[in-house]
């Protein structure tokens, strides 16, 4: 759980990688690929699935919305390499959040690393950040 000092809270939760098409760093391709995963976002009076890619493509962007919240990924690591595939605990989401009313980036909360796997895999996990 995200919380800010003016009491604003949102919980994050990874729920899959969906598809990751990003051409492997030790390999020669036409087409960069794309990520795509998918989180499921609540706060006190809102609760849904969000479905965030990169790069942008129409149907599906790197940004959301939840009740006032702007989420953006920003980037996804490990970057795919044939030597050594990712598996789904190895993967890494850096966002970017903003509360209600407030524009990305001047409000800025990065969850990675072993944080990020945490709330994946226990969801129950929560840590309280105030910007």
Request: aromatic share 4%; with cysteine; proline share 8%.
């Amino acid at each position: 759980m995200l919380t800010w000092s003016d009491g604003n809270a949102l919980t994050l939760r990874w729920d899959e990688v969906v598809t990751d098409s990003r051409c492997p760093t030790d390999a020669v391709c036409v087409w960069a690929g794309e990520v795509e995963l998918r989180l499921h976002v609540s706060t006190g009076s809102d609760s849904t699935s969000l479905v965030l890619r990169l790069p942008e493509r129409e149907a599906v962007s790197p940004l959301g919305k939840v009740a006032g919240f702007t989420i953006r990924l920003d980037r996804v690591l490990p970057e795919p390499s044939l030597a050594a595939p990712s598996t789904e605990e190895t993967y890494q989401a850096h966002l970017m959040v903003a509360p209600p009313g407030t524009l990305l980036p001047s409000v800025v909360i990065a969850i990675s690393d072993e944080r990020w796997a945490s709330v994946k895999r226990r969801v129950s996990a929560e840590s309280s950040l105030h910007p």
